[in-house]
């Protein structure tokens, strides 16, 4: 069985978001460990990133301990005039 550590930043952004979608993000990554979930590696990094609904979650699972790295809107879009 896994073990979930998060990060500050992580916590404070799950913490803003409804219950529901908080265990959706980590079911998610719980359930990554199968190729079939959609989790990919990110490009030059030993972690792994995938996208829960409109989320974007980066973590990295080393031996039973599964690390929430950072968690995120995948649509943050900012402009500047």
Do not use: H
């Amino acid at each position: 069985m896994l073990s979930i550590k998060v990060s500050i930043t992580s916590r404070r952004f799950l913490d803003d978001i409804p219950p529901k979608k908080c265990l959706g993000i980590v079911q998610f990554i719980l359930l990554s460990g199968n190729p079939v979930m959609g989790s990919k590696e990110l490009r030059n990094y030993p972690f792994q990133y995938g996208d829960f609904r409109k989320y974007r979650v980066i973590f990295d699972i080393v031996d039973d301990v599964a690390r929430i790295l950072f968690v995120g809107k995948r649509n943050v879009v900012t402009l500047e005039r």
